[in-house]
């Protein structure tokens, strides 16, 4: 278990970096500091991506917010933490989810507004044997999920990926698989397997837009019959997986900006349709880089490639399950549902 440790240069100057480390690595739990010795950032990659990739590799993240930058506001000189730090702590909540990304207070620090309400450790001056009393505490309770959660490793979902691609290869060549041109064309095979079947249903998708809509070219009806459900939807927090829709997904003339307001907007509408409609289990991924549309249902996988169109475009690929693919496909799904946070 592993978890990453982020702060200003003068947090770390001060020994409160090394400080919190050894609290960390005395609960038996990796900690992984910005400026470690050999550096978890690679060389000749941009600092963001970096970041992004370590937050796939780490189990919960701690910020460290001190008084680093002074400020003027509304005549009172203030204190605040540096923004990197604050924009850190972001993206890492968005990624682990709130509860796994907490900060580390110290000194008469003034935190952004968004972040008013929220609990934070206090290691200031006369507060720092509460305080990490308090830190010991959010780990072990760290290692108390994880004990039944154990987040799957970046590198270990990218191989997963990589073997479905070539499976997919595998037995597009040998022409074994029933392929339709789009998901209007497969709407009436999916929907004969679901009537005829009472197994579960499995789904693993971004939007999920096509499961809450009726209209001909969707597949709405699938997730409003009896059969048990498990739902993973993108989080609508996952702006680099949102970014990543903006060539497919985007109207014309549309901006970056309004796009992800829009597509975001989109998310949190059809989410919340499904728990007002739905009897389902209901997941959300922070995979940024998903590259399928999995449907598991009546013994047949039905599985799209996500590329520079929209999912209902997209080919669908009907896989029966005594397929080596199925099982690989099955397998990721799984991994995916590991990391995902329950609703």
């Known amino acids: ?28 739990i990796e900690p992984i500091r910005w400026n470690d010795t050999p550096s978890p950032f690679q060389t000749g990659k941009f600092t963001l991506e970096n970041l992004e990739e370590l937050s796939d590799k780490v189990d919960a993240a701690i910020f460290i917010c001190s008084t680093d930058d002074k400020t003027w506001y509304r005549g009172k000189k203030l204190g605040k933490p540096r923004d ?46 509460q305080g990490e009393s308090n830190l010991k505490q959010f780990l072990e309770k760290l290692k108390g999920i994880t004990n039944t959660f154990s987040r799957i490793p970046y590198e270990e979902l990218e191989r997963t990926k990589a073997e479905i691609e070539l499976e997919l290869e595998m037995i597009k060549t040998k022409g074994l698989e029933k392929i339709f041109n789009s998901q209007r064309e497969a709407v009436d095979d999916l929907k004969a397997n679901y009537k005829s079947s009472t197994r579960s249903i499995k789904i693993l998708c971004i939007r999920g837009e096509s ?33 990543s829709r903006y060539n497919a997904n985007k109207t014309e003339g549309e901006a970056e ?27 959300l991924h922070n995979e940024t880089n998903l590259r399928f549309r999995m449907v598991f249902i009546g013994g047949y996988l039905y599985l799209s490639k996500f590329a520079d169109t ?24 799984n991994q995916i549902l590991t990391n995902a946070e329950k609703q």
């Open 1 to 28: 278990m592993r978890v990453f440790i982020g702060s200003s240069t003068e947090s770390s100057d001060n020994g409160l970096l090394l400080k919190i480390a050894n609290i960390v690595e005395g609960c038996q």
């Open 257 to 283: 900006a309004d796009f992800l307001e829009r597509y975001r907007g989109d998310m949190e509408a059809v989410q919340n349709r499904i728990r007002r409609r739905v009897e389902c289990s209901l997941y």
């Open 84 to 129: 990197n730090v604050i924009f850190e702590h972001g993206l890492f909540s968005g990624k682990l989810g709130r509860q796994k990304s907490i900060i580390v207070k110290y000194g008469k620090v003034t935190l952004p507004n968004d972040l008013a309400g929220m609990t934070y450790v206090d290691f200031s001056d006369g507060q720092q044997v």
């Open 310 to 333: 929209t999912a209902s475009k997209a080919e669908v690929i009907k896989i029966p399950k005594d397929y080596a693919l199925y099982a690989v496909c099955e397998d990721h799904y």
């Open 211 to 243: 499961f809450v809509s009726n209209r001909d070219e969707n597949w709405g009806s699938i997730i409003l019959n009896k059969n048990p459900k498990t739902l993973i939807l993108a989080n609508p927090s996952n702006s680099d997986l949102i970014k």
